[in-house]
């Protein structure tokens, strides 16, 4: 979650504030306790239990309000419907919401249409955080480790196919247990694995400082340094000639110069 911004907040209360002087309740219950939060945002750090204080009064005045609306009382002015006055209440809610629990901004997206191996991509740009010019060679290098990789599982060579796997997937994942993994699959899925068709790159980390900020919300797993993680891909693994099969996806890292996956997992839609 981004860092919440006490300035928002008010703002957001402000605006809350605004809707219940309009709707007609400008009385000690509403407006009084809503201006006391104000004050409180403005001089005070927006705590755990601050925050859940205020969503606890906030969310009560909610109630009270749909409830007088589904009673006919509206907003005056250009909101003197329903539908507007709902609309106008759903409006600061939401503001309030976002203020509260601000949304992680969305990541640039690059064209990647242009590196070698892009041609075995369905998606040819994928979101990333850092530097663009460290993207190429994370990039074309996750691609030649999923076709080998894919390659080796493709022929049933699982020993070579673990010989990809990171530091950290070998110490919880034996080979046996590799192999189990892909039998399971292949009983769910409908037959053993012929090729890993890659969709496109989830994300990719470009750089040192976009590494300091990935978080386990990615998927990464917990013990996987945070400064090996480079990116993850998606796509499809075909399973017969129909082209049959289930998603897969992959989390690949860089442990001592070679790229390495850190976590692979299956799903069907």
């Known amino acids: 979650m981004s860092k ?10 402000s605006e809350l504030k605004n809707f219940f002087i309009y709707f007609g309740h400008s009385e000690r219950t509403r407006i009084q306790p809503l201006d006391g939060y104000i004050q ?17 009064f906030t969310g009560e005045l909610r109630v009270q309000a749909e409830d007088q609306i589904r009673g006919r009382r509206f907003l005056p002015g250009p909101h003197n419907t329903e539908q507007q006055t709902k609309a ?32 075995f991509l369905k998606g040819k740009d994928t979101a990333y955080l850092g530097s663009p010019a460290e993207m190429r060679p994370i990039v074309e290098r996750s691609i030649v480790l999923l076709r080998r990789h894919s ?22 994942m034996s080979l046996k247990k590799f192999e189990s993994a892909h039998a399971d699959a ?16 989830a994300f990719v980390l470009a750089d040192n400082q976009a590494r300091k900020k990935s ?9 996987t340094p945070k400064e090996n993680r480079r990116a993850q891909v998606t796509g499809f693994w075909i399973r017969d000639a129909q082209r049959h099969g289930c998603h897969g996806s992959f989390w690949i ?14 799903w069907a839609m």
């Open 4 to 13: 919440r911004d006490p300035q928002s907040i008010c703002q957001a209360l």
């Open 40 to 56: 409180r945002f403005q001089s005070e750090r927006p705590s755990a239990a601050l925050v859940s204080e205020l969503e606890a």
């Open 88 to 119: 106008e209440l759903q409006r600061v809610f939401v503001m309030l919401r976002d203020a509260i629990d601000p949304p992680e901004p969305e990541w640039p997206r690059m064209d990647i249409s242009g590196f070698a191996g892009s041609e």
């Open 151 to 172: 390659e080796a599982i493709g022929r049933g060579d699982y020993e070579s196919a673990y010989q990809n796997f990171g530091v950290d997937l070998r110490a919880w």
């Open 186 to 201: 292949t009983r769910r899925y409908g037959g053993p694995p012929r090729e890993f068709a890659i969709h496109g790159f």
């Open 215 to 223: 978080t386990n919300a990615e998927g990464w797993p917990k013990t």
């Open 253 to 266: 890292t860089e442990e001592d110069g070679e790229y390495r996956i850190a976590k692979f997992n299956f």
